[in-house]
């Protein structure tokens, strides 16, 4: 079983549409997580990491199941700029090994 | 920006040579991470080091090796190149501790022929 599942997409949303994304994982000792958004060939960048109590920044809220071990992500009200590769990432280990999901494709249309 | 430099940028060589990939870092971070990035696959761990010297593999990790002689280096090398090994590469680092964000160069888009 992968480290990491993400949800294969792709989304297509028009505009002002609510979208989430989820993310399993098979590491229960993992500790860190977090979601990464990636423009068309552009690196990766930190959207935002995922706390247990889970985490809100502005339209974007992030949640921690450890329970069922998931993470999820959800987009409010989305925009034509959130469109991008949304990726799940955790980390853990005394090693601190980063490893990420396949990605899932955002596009909002108009 | 943080600093993070990968070289080079592009590269095309041919099946059978080998190829290293270069990152280089400017924010004395502990960790540092090469993925390989293709269609339908996500980013892919390949190795990764917690220090000078220390390293692990990843997923992927088969045709690949790496060294990490000082803190801001970390190679790939490629022994003889596959075509398989058309990708597109990143390299990440990342602070000590829990939560910490790690930060991705712009990657290095290999084509072997």
């Known amino acids: 079983r992968k480290e990491v599942e993400q949800d294969p997409g792709p989304f297509n949303v028009p505009e002002g549409a609510t979208v989430a994304f989820n993310c399993t994982y098979s590491n229960s000792a993992s500790q860190s997580f977090f979601w990464y958004r990636q423009d068309c060939r552009k690196e990766p960048k930190l959207l935002m990491s995922?706390?247990?109590s889970g985490n809100e920044d502005g339209r974007f809220t992030a949640q921690l199941n450890r329970a069922s071990q998931y993470i999820s992500l959800l987009i409010r009200d989305s925009k034509l700029s959130d469109s991008a590769t949304y990726l799940c990432g955790l980390s853990g280990g005394s090693n601190y090994k980063l490893t990420f999901g396949k990605g899932t494709l955002l596009t909002v249309n108009p | 920006d943080a600093g993070i430099t990968q070289s080079p940028r592009h590269k095309v060589t041919e099946t059978g040579t080998p190829v290293t990939l270069r990152c280089h870092q400017t924010e004395n971070h502990r960790y540092m991470y090469w993925y390989r990035q293709d269609p339908g696959h996500g980013l892919r761990l390949i190795h990764y080091?917690?220090?000078?010297?220390?390293?692990d593999k990843g997923e992927v990790s088969d045709g690949y090796s790496v060294s990490r002689s000082k803190t801001e280096d970390f190679l790939l090398t490629l022994e003889s190149a596959t075509s398989s090994q058309t990708s597109v590469y990143f390299c990440?680092?990342?602070?000590?501790?829990?939560?910490?964000?790690?930060?991705f160069g712009q990657g290095t888009r290999l084509t072997v022929v």
């Open positions: 990440a680092i990342s602070e000590a501790g829990i939560d910490a964000e790690a930060f």
């Open positions: 080091s917690y220090g000078v010297k220390d390293t």
């Open positions: 995922v706390y247990s």
